[in-house]
C-alpha cells in the first residue's frame, strides 16, 4: 500500500518531478540557490505541482535525511513490483538480453543507492530485494541514487531462492559474486538473459542462494583487504557486464 514519503534533495526531487511520480507538495528553504529552486518550481508548475516556501528548521525537521538541501518533495511511496516476471512483463519489448541485479540482504542505504545508480547507468533491468532483513527504497537510498531509484524497477519478494528458480525457468544464467570464485568476470561470458547475485556487506551470499547460481565470479584484486564494499563490486561487475554487451 502506497503511504505519503519524503523525496530529499536537489537531484532525487528533479528526477522524481521529471519521472511523473505523484507528489502532493514541494517544500523549499528560503535562501535556496537561485538556480536549484528555478528548476524546481519550472517542473513542478509544469506538473501542477504547489511549492510552499518555508525556513529550513521545518525542514530539518521534517526530513528523514541529514542533507536535503532545502528541498524536500512529499509524494507516494516508490511503487514496488511483486516479482522480476512482473517486470520483465511491462518491459519485455524494450529488452533483448534482460539483466537482473539480484540483492542479498543489503542493508545499508548509500549501498543501496549506490547499486540503483549503477544499474541505472548500465541499462539493467531491474533489482530484485527480499522483504525480509534488508533495505527498502527509503529516502536516503533515493537521495544517494541521485534520482535514479525513479529509473530502475524494483521487486521486493519474499524468497529470493524461489525467484531466482523463477529466472532460471525462463532461460536466466545466475551469476553469483563471490571473492572465492575460480573464474574473474573477464573469464565469464556475461551476456545473455543474466541476473547476478550480490551478497550482504558482512556475509556475502546465502549458502542457499550460493548453490543456486549457476557459476560464480570475482573481481580480481591485488590489495590486502580480503573484499570490495558490496556497492563497488557491484558497479566493476555491471560495467563489465555492458563492455561485453557493447
Given at each position: 500500500?502506497?503511504?505519503?514519503?519524503?523525496?530529499?534533495?536537489?537531484?532525487?526531487?528533479?528526477?522524481?518531478?521529471k519521472?511523473?511520480?505523484?507528489?502532493?507538495?514541494?517544500?523549499?528553504?528560503?535562501?535556496?540557490?537561485?538556480?536549484?529552486?528555478?528548476?524546481?518550481?519550472?517542473?513542478?508548475?509544469?506538473?501542477?505541482?504547489?511549492?510552499?516556501?518555508?525556513?529550513?528548521?521545518?525542514?530539518?525537521?521534517?526530513?528523514?535525511?541529514?542533507?536535503?538541501?532545502?528541498?524536500?518533495?512529499?509524494?507516494?511511496?516508490?511503487?514496488?513490483?511483486?516479482?522480476?516476471?512482473?517486470?520483465?512483463?511491462?518491459?519485455?519489448?524494450?529488452?533483448?538480453?534482460?539483466?537482473?541485479?539480484?540483492?542479498?540482504?543489503?542493508?545499508?542505504?548509500?549501498?543501496?543507492?549506490?547499486?540503483?545508480?549503477?544499474?541505472?547507468?548500465?541499462?539493467?533491468?531491474?533489482?530484485?530485494?527480499?522483504?525480509?532483513?534488508?533495505?527498502?527504497?527509503?529516502?536516503?537510498?533515493a537521495?544517494?541514487?541521485?534520482?535514479?531509484?525513479?529509473?530502475?524497477?524494483?521487486?521486493?519478494?519474499?524468497?529470493?531462492?524461489?525467484?531466482?528458480?523463477?529466472?532460471?525457468?525462463?532461460?536466466?544464467?545466475?551469476?553469483?559474486?563471490?571473492?572465492?570464485?575460480?573464474k574473474?568476470?573477464?573469464?565469464?561470458?556475461?551476456?545473455?538473459?543474466?541476473?547476478?547475485?550480490?551478497?550482504?556487506?558482512?556475509?556475502?551470499?546465502?549458502?542457499?542462494?550460493?548453490?543456486?547460481?549457476?557459476?560464480?565470479?570475482?573481481?580480481?584484486?591485488?590489495?590486502?583487504?580480503?573484499?570490495?564494499?558490496?556497492?563497488?563490486?557491484?558497479?566493476?561487475?555491471?560495467?563489465?557486464?555492458?563492455?561485453?554487451?557493447?
Amino acid at each position: 500500500m502506497n503511504h505519503m514519503v519524503t523525496i530529499e534533495g536537489r537531484n532525487a526531487v528533479i528526477e522524481a518531478l521529471k519521472a511523473g511520480r505523484p507528489i502532493a507538495k514541494i517544500m523549499l528553504a528560503k535562501g535556496v540557490r537561485q538556480s536549484h529552486s528555478r528548476v524546481v518550481k519550472g517542473l513542478a508548475h509544469k506538473a501542477g505541482i504547489p511549492v510552499v516556501e518555508t525556513n529550513r528548521a521545518e525542514l530539518d525537521a521534517m526530513g528523514n535525511t541529514a542533507n536535503h538541501q532545502g528541498i524536500i518533495a512529499l509524494g507516494a511511496a516508490v511503487h514496488y513490483y511483486k516479482s522480476s516476471i512482473d517486470i520483465l512483463n511491462e518491459t519485455q519489448d524494450k529488452c533483448v538480453s534482460p539483466l537482473f541485479v539480484i540483492l542479498d540482504e543489503i542493508q545499508d542505504p548509500h549501498n543501496l543507492g549506490a547499486i540503483i545508480r549503477t544499474c541505472d547507468a548500465v541499462g539493467a533491468t531491474g533489482i530484485i530485494i527480499p522483504k525480509r532483513r534488508a533495505c527498502g527504497l527509503t529516502a536516503a537510498v533515493a537521495k544517494s541514487s541521485s534520482g535514479a531509484i525513479e529509473y530502475v524497477p524494483c521487486a521486493r519478494v519474499p524468497n529470493l531462492v524461489r525467484e531466482v528458480d523463477n529466472l532460471k525457468e525462463r532461460g536466466f544464467w545466475i551469476a553469483g559474486a563471490s571473492a572465492r570464485a575460480d573464474k574473474t568476470i573477464y573469464e565469464a561470458d556475461l551476456r545473455g538473459p543474466l541476473g547476478i547475485v550480490i551478497g550482504s556487506e558482512g556475509r556475502g551470499i546465502s549458502s542457499l542462494l550460493r548453490k543456486k547460481c549457476d557459476f560464480l565470479v570475482r573481481v580480481p584484486s591485488m590489495g590486502h583487504v580480503p573484499s570490495l564494499n558490496a556497492s563497488v563490486a557491484a558497479a566493476v561487475i555491471l560495467f563489465e557486464v555492458l563492455r561485453q554487451r557493447q
